[in-house]
Structure formats: C-alpha cells, structure tokens
C-alpha cells in the first residue's frame, strides 16, 4: 500500500499470520522457499480492495 522509495514497504502481509504491517525489500529479496526459491514479482497484479485481499487469505487458512 505504501512504499517509502527505499527499501521499506506498508501493506498485508500474507504469512503465517496475516496481517497489516512493514516489511523490507532487502529482506524480501533475500528470502527462499522450501526448495530454495525466490520470491518473485506478480506480473499480472491488478489493483485489488484490501477487504477482498484480506477475505481471500482468510479462506485460505479455514
């Protein structure tokens, strides 16, 4: 949702605990997956209301 144009970002976070919060680029840059992978970027992302973002994470955990 925001991006102070350097490395950290504000947005929903879908992890373990889905949540509102910060989060670095660095960090995101630096994280691998269960197989080693990185995380890549959403090329088909479309500007999405956070209510809907928030309600398809919860569905995903119930």
């Known amino acids: ?3 102070d144009g350097i490395d ?5 976070v ?3 605990f889905p949540e509102l919060g910060s989060f670095c680029l660095s ?3 630096e994280a691998r997956g269960m ?5 890549e ?3 088909y992302f479309q500007d999405t ?3 809907v973002i928030q ?4 569905t995903r955990y119930f």
Do not use: S
């Open 1 to 3: 949702m925001e991006f």
């Open 8 to 12: 950290t970002f504000y947005g929903f």
């Open 14 to 16: 879908n992890g373990d």
């Open 27 to 29: 960090a995101l840059m």
């Open 35 to 39: 197989v080693g992978c990185a995380i």
């Open 41 to 43: 970027r959403d090329l």
């Open 49 to 51: 209301p956070l209510q």
């Open 55 to 58: 309600q398809r994470a919860e």
